[in-house]
Nanobody, 124 residues
Framework: QVQLVESGGGLVQAGDSLRLSCVAS????????MGWFRQAPGKEREFVSG????????SYSDSVKGRFTISRDNAKSTLYLQMNGTKLEDTAVYYC?????????????????WGQGTQVTVSS
């Protein structure tokens, strides 16, 4: 069992930066590939970014590529999402997720553990 707790969300203006964190506990963090997903009001949850268990491979959705950066610190059992150049359409609840495999996935059903989410609101 892995527990995930996100933090760092808030209200920012378009173009500002924000860094989300996700702290894991319960099992060795380095055993898990991780992902960030988000859900905007009235929309389905969507993949944002993924990272493999050792942090050597990352992937991004087209909508955030070049603006967001995913990273992890296995010594601190923490996952990060650096959000630069935020846009109105980035407004959503952001979730981190873990799967007990080396590689991440863009499909949410492949993740076993989820955090409670952190709200990000981008204003004009």
């Amino acid at each position: 069992q892995v527990q995930l707790v996100e933090s760092g969300g808030g209200l920012v203006q378009a173009g500002d930066s924000l860094r989300l964190s996700c702290v894991a506990s319960g099992r060795p963090f380095s055993n898990y590939a991780m992902g960030w997903f988000r859900q905007a009001p009235g929309k389905e949850r969507e993949f944002v970014s993924g990272i493999n268990s050792v942090g050597s491979y990352t992937s991004y959705s087209d909508s955030v590529k070049g603006r967001f950066t995913i990273s992890r610190d296995n010594a601190k059992s923490t996952l990060y999402l650096q959000m630069n150049g935020t846009k109105l359409e980035d407004t959503a609840v952001y979730y981190c997720a873990a799967r007990p495999y080396p590689n991440s996935s863009q499909r949410e059903h492949r993740y076993d553990y989820w955090g409670q989410g952190t709200q990000v609101t981008v204003s004009s």
